[in-house]
């Protein structure tokens, strides 16, 4: 399907093999004529360079260029919060930057688990996970445990990883599942530096509720089939919500967690930032979303009244396409019909002001809409019933959710190809760049 003529947004992300060969892939996102979410690989291509904004924003333009997207056409651009990637499309781009929901949920759980205590735990169900899945002994004694313990599921422990989203949460869940018969081999073995007590098994627990939410989002926000920016700011609010809430269980350091995850969510999105209003425009433009619950009324005002200037801008641009006309060569005489004119003068300002007023209706009767379930899926609203009432809120609300709130569509096309990148220890050339492009596009 072609992209040319149409609001794109895109999402960017860079990789490096094994033997030190970086990539930059580009895709791009529409929202086509028949209200159904498309992406393309645009490019996938090495940067022999070094990585620095302006060549890394070189590499994405070069992309565009390829399949003959203007710059201009580009909405937004969605990247992890790397420096680099970051201003090549603020600074040399000029274009609109937003950040990867799922990598600010991330950056933001790290920090509530350094907490000391609960970073002590984690870092003991690490090393446990490690030893039971480096031990063929302790592998067999756990599997042992647990048919003895008749238990339904024998799975094993999983190790988090730092840069891999909810791993520590799934981490934490499965020693919890696993906890008795892991328990049992510890004792039978008497590995005390691997021992738990029942106080951080407690806060463990606890912790894993904390996180839970955070994993739903994550999930929630890595589809590429529906609109997902205009998600963001409501899933935070929730997010936020969540952490306010307290239970007797809560120590100081669970607290303390909740309070370094409540303050870096808030950093992340700062209210006299471009990049807020940008993603309320796609909640308002979202029928799941369009209440602003989540802003207070002077924000829900603000933006009303961008949205309202956008199809402003619409209506004038199409109204002055439909009405040009050559300039008369000579003015025209007075007559009896301008006559009648200057008379009712007056009458055609007042319409005039009522077909401006008629764009503010719509906005109105728009925001009178039901409100979707979260779960609904808003473009097939748009298509079905939106588009024909709204006709110039559809225009605006095809380019805002256009865009993703997460990245994730350009690191599948890394952890799919790069991941058979490097069981070949990454022999890439400059001549095996069409290979990679290749399976990218078609796992």
């Known amino acids: 399907m072609a992209i040319k003529n149409k609001a794109v947004a895109l999402t960017t992300d860079g990789w490096t093999s094994l033997a030190n060969d970086a990539f930059v892939t580009v895709t791009a996102h529409v929202i086509t004529e028949d209200w159904e979410m498309k992406d393309f690989v645009l490019k996938t291509g090495e940067l022999r360079e070094s990585h620095t904004a302006e060549n890394v924003s070189k590499s994405i333009v070069d992309g565009l260029q390829e399949f003959g997207v203007q710059l201009e056409s580009v909405v937004a651009v969605t990247t992890d919060n790397a420096a680099n990637y970051v201003n090549a499309v603020e600074k040399h781009m000029k274009t609109m930057n937003v950040p990867c929901f799922a990598h600010t949920i991330n950056l933001a759980v790290r920090k509530g688990l350094g907490v000391r205590s609960i970073e002590n735990s984690v870092a003991r169900l690490k090393r446990t996970a490690a030893y039971f899945n480096h031990s063929a002994t302790a592998s067999y004694l756990l599997e042992e445990k647990q048919k003895q313990m008749e238990m339904p599921k ?16 799934e981490m934490i869940s499965r020693a919890l599942e696993q906890q008795a018969p892991v328990a049992a081999v510890i004792f039978d073995k008497k590995l005390s530096n691997l021992e738990l007590s029942t106080s951080e098994w407690t806060q463990l627990e606890r912790v894993k509720d904390i996180l839970r939410p955070f994993k739903v989002s994550t999930v929630a926000l890595s589809t590429d ?15 936020l919500s969540h952490l306010r809430q307290e239970t007797d269980s809560d120590t100081a350091a669970v607290k303390e967690m909740k309070a370094k995850i409540t303050a870096d969510l808030n950093k992340r999105y700062p209210e006299d930032g471009d990049v807020f209003m940008f993603l309320n425009t796609a909640s308002y433009l979202d029928p799941r979303f369009h209440c602003l619950r989540h802003l207070d009324h002077g924000r829900q005002q603000e933006v009303h009244d961008k949205v309202l200037a956008e199809i402003t801008a619409i209506a004038a641009a199409e109204k002055s396409g439909e009405s040009e006309l050559p300039a008369p060569l000579e003015a025209p005489r007075k007559s009896s019909l301008s ?18 007023y008629d764009l503010h209706g719509e906005l109105v009767q728009y925001e009178r809409e039901p409100q979707l379930p979260p779960d609904a899926d808003p473009l097939l609203w748009w298509k079905s019933t939106g588009s024909a009432r709204y006709p110039y809120i559809a225009q605006v609300a095809k380019k805002y959710l256009t865009v993703p709130g997460t990245s994730v569509r350009s690191e599948r096309v890394f952890s799919s190809a790069g991941n058979i990148v490097n069981k070949k220890r990454s022999a890439l050339a400059a001549d095996h760049v069409d290979r990679l492009v290749f399976l990218a596009n078609n796992m």
């Open 339 to 356: 006559a009648m004119g200057d008379l009712f003068s007056q009458v055609y300002q007042q319409q005039t002001r009522a077909a401006a």
């Open 154 to 169: 024998r799975d094993k422990l999983i190790n988090d990883c730092a840069t891999r989203w909810n791993s520590t949460y």
């Open 225 to 239: 089939k529906y609109p997902t920016a205009s998600a963001v700011l409501p899933m935070r609010h929730v997010l």
